[in-house]
């Protein structure tokens, strides 16, 4: 790691961060490389190296990220709301969730290779923000609706969000292969997929 103040070092890193986040729109894993992320960026490849040693761990501070941008929207609603009815909070929790798609995206990624192919400090620091997620919304069932078993909803949760994404987005092939597998197939919104799955786990939950 080069020498420099631990916010020039976040900065750059963020820099990097956000080029693979950009190209992620539009390109796929397996297409984007450290040099592809490097044109994006105002470093070369070389001195990507210096940050991230693979693009394994550029992801993964990727998703990091959304984790824990989704955490300060869980911890927000907890402190905004002293109390949620079952819908308020499902429509709420489906519209965080809608708006990091990205997230849902990289859910659906291999993370074992990800994390395989990350050095530990990398993968503790994903970790952490993973935990901070898991955290935020424990906080918000236990608030909200203390009858519940929370680490169920958490346990059921958190493993469900692996599939949202393809279930709710796909691209044109995926679309023509599924019409000519004859599958009675009807794709669904993020929202709808989402609300659906907490009102389910609340159950009887107003």
């Known amino acids: 790691m080069p020498k420099g ?5 976040a900065s750059r890193k963020s820099e990097i ?3 693979c986040e950009k190209l992620y729109q539009t390109m796929s894993f397996k297409e984007i490389t450290l040099k592809e992320i490097s044109v994006e960026t105002s470093f070369s490849r070389p001195s990507i190296y210096n940050y991230f040693q693979t693009k394994e761990e550029i992801f993964l501070a990727l998703m990091q990220r ?3 941008l989704w955490a300060e929207e ?3 609603l907890a402190k905004k709301n002293e109390t949620m009815s079952a819908d308020s909070f499902a429509s709420s929790l ?3 969730l ?3 798609e990205q997230l849902l995206k990289l859910l659906a990624m291999n993370h074992y290779d990800m994390e395989e192919n990350s050095r530990p400090e990398r993968l503790t620091e994903f970790k952490v923000a993973y935990g901070a997620s898991l955290d935020a919304v424990r906080a918000c069932v236990r608030k909200f609706f203390p009858d519940i078993d929370c680490e169920r909803f958490i346990f059921v949760f958190f493993p469900f969000l692996f599939g949202v994404y393809p279930y709710s987005v796909a691209t044109q092939k995926q679309l023509d292969a599924m019409r000519d597998a004859n599958m ?12 659906s799955c907490v009102i389910q786990l609340l159950g009887g939950a107003k």
Do not use: Q
């Open 98 to 100: 809608e708006n990091h």
């Open 5 to 9: 103040s631990p916010e020039l070092t």
């Open 94 to 96: 489906a519209h965080s």
């Open 17 to 19: 961060v956000s080029a």
């Open 66 to 68: 959304e984790y824990e």
């Open 74 to 76: 869980m911890n927000e």
């Open 184 to 195: 009675d197939f009807k794709m669904h919104s993020i929202y709808e997929i989402i609300y």
